[in-house]
């Protein structure tokens, strides 16, 4: 996904990306965060940060530490800084691509990509830049939504999609553990690269109260193309209607894949 249109959903969606899926992405960050060990003066850096949800379930452990948050979302930013203006932990927030920051290179002691791997270009790149800013022996972990996408819910949904001819959105919807381990192996960068990594693939069941909280998420996280409104409509209306997505009581319920992707950063040849 573009730049531009990566800024331009994330500002559209506001505080609602958040809100429109609270749970999962509470979640996702608590396990993440887990996955850093982190210490009390450690200094993490959290790319693609949104919000602040990461850094808000680090910010106990880094009593004494410091963070620094990088979107490109200029409304993600403000709505982090609110978030922390009364913290203990005051983290500083850039507004740049997270693929190539202007960060000194092993500057953080921990670094966290917490759901956006999929809306980079190459992805690879992220991780790179991760293990770039990560000193000897620091941590560098990643959440993805895996596949199949949001259970049958999501899997109808992208096959109505496929059979309209709308063209998904540039978002690599559907990742796999495979994919991770690849990426792993390839973050080289700097004499820098990624040891001891770990993939998890965590399953939880998430709902929503109704078809338009779910078709609400998939808005906020930018999973629905943009400018096809009128053909997403009716594809809308027509899910609304199908049992293998709105259960009886009207909640959507969707058993949802995270993938979790830890390492650990150290110098020289994978390969010896
Ligand atoms: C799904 S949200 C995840 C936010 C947060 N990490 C979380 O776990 O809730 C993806 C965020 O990554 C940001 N983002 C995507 N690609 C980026 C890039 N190349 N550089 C900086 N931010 C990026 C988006 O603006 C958005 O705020």
């Not at 409304?75 to 203990?88: H, K, Y």
């Not at 202007?102 to 992805?123: D, F």
């Not at 199949?148 to 096959?159: D, I, K, N």
């Not at 409104?229 to 209607?241: F, K, P, V």
């Amino acid at each position: 996904m573009r730049h531009e249109d990566i800024a331009e959903s994330f500002n559209r969606s506001g505080a609602a990306y958040e809100s429109s899926a609270r749970e999962l992405i509470n979640f996702a960050a608590s396990e993440l965060v887990q996955r850093l060990h982190l210490q009390e003066d450690d200094d993490l850096v959290d790319l693609g940060c949104g919000p602040g949800v990461v850094m808000a379930h680090a910010a106990e452990a880094l009593s004494r530490g410091s963070a620094i948050g990088v979107d490109l979302s200029r409304v993600q930013l403000e709505l982090a800084r609110e978030r922390f203006r009364l913290s203990a932990l005051r983290p500083r927030f850039i507004q740049e691509d997270a693929c190539a920051t202007s960060l000194r290179s092993r500057s953080a002691s921990a670094a966290s990509l917490g759901l956006v791997l999929p809306y980079a270009e190459r992805p690879l790149l992220l991780l790179k830049e991760a293990t770039r800013l990560v000193r000897l022996g620091g941590r560098v972990a990643a959440t993805v939504i895996g596949s199949p996408f949001f259970g049958s819910a999501g899997t109808t949904l992208l096959g109505q999609m496929e059979r309209r001819g709308v063209v998904r959105p540039e978002i690599e919807l559907q990742f796999d553990p495979r994919e991770a381990v690849r990426l792993a192996l390839l973050s080289e960068i700097e004499d820098l690269r990624l040891d001891e990594v770990e993939i998890e693939e965590l399953e939880r069941e998430f709902w929503w109260d109704d078809f338009d909280a779910w078709w609400g998420m998939l808005e906020g996280f930018g999973f629905l193309p943009s400018g096809r409104e009128r053909i997403l409509a009716s594809i809308a209306g027509e899910l609304r209607e199908d049992d293998r997505v709105v259960d009886p009581d009207g909640q959507v319920r969707c058993p949802v894949k995270i993938w979790l992707l830890s390492a650990t950063v150290c110098e020289g040849d994978p390969w010896l």
